[in-house]
């Protein structure tokens, strides 16, 4: 990712040596988004939207009465 505010790169593919390299706006590395802006609104977006993704798949476990309190709740220390 080409990542420079004060050039604009108006071509797809940016030539260094012998290598083409593909002008993208946004990518994603290791797990977190990242755009051509520093724009970092659209990252936490997302996170909330995995975060309640994995919370409503949980609740039908949260109202399960035959599983004790102790199993569902965990402390991560």
């Known amino acids: 990712m080409v990542q420079n505010r004060r050039t604009n790169i108006t071509s ?7 290598h083409d390299i593909e002008v ?3 990518f994603k590395y ?7 802006t520093n724009d970092e609104t659209q990252e936490i977006r997302t996170r909330i939207l995995v975060a ?3 919370l409503s798949c949980l609740q039908t ?5 035959q599983i004790h309190r102790s199993n569902k709740i965990r402390s991560v220390t």
């Open 12 to 18: 797809e593919i940016l030539t260094v040596t012998d």
């Open 52 to 54: 309640n993704k994995a």
């Open 61 to 65: 476990v949260f109202r399960i009465k």
């Open 24 to 26: 993208v706006r946004i």
């Open 30 to 36: 290791f797990g977190a988004a990242i755009n051509n």
